[in-house]
């Protein structure tokens, strides 16, 4: 039985639209070297919100998650948190004083 093909239009570095079978789509990632295989809805969903839908774009800067170092995306999503919580606090304290005084303050959010 041969797989079937699922052709998705994606833009090429030119600008220009390529179409492409997803669904036997190999990529490689530029930091392991290591080939890996999507689901086709997966993979087209995910070079459209993450490369602009440009094929060129996601063959030369994609890295598996694997490769990621799982120290510094632990920091990272601590250092958004951190500073989220730190505009709600401003936004909170800006109420505050408002209450407190009976005029509108503007905090640094």
Do not use: W
Not at 8 to 20: D, M, R
Not at 50 to 60: A, G, M, P, Q, S
């Amino acid at each position: 039985m041969k797989k079937q093909k699922h052709f998705y239009t994606l833009l090429n570095s030119a600008g220009n639209e390529v179409q492409i079978d997803l669904n036997n789509y190999k990529i490689t990632c530029n930091k392991t070297g290591e080939r890996k295989r999507f689901y086709h809805k997966y993979l087209a969903d995910m070079i459209a919100r993450k490369y602009e839908n440009n094929i060129d774009l996601f063959r030369d800067t994609y890295t598996s998650r694997s490769a990621a170092d799982p120290v510094a995306r632990k920091r990272e999503r601590l250092e958004s948190r951190i500073d989220r919580l730190f505009k709600q606090i401003n936004i909170l304290k800006g109420e505050l004083a408002e209450l407190e005084t009976g005029t509108v303050a503007f905090p640094d959010a």
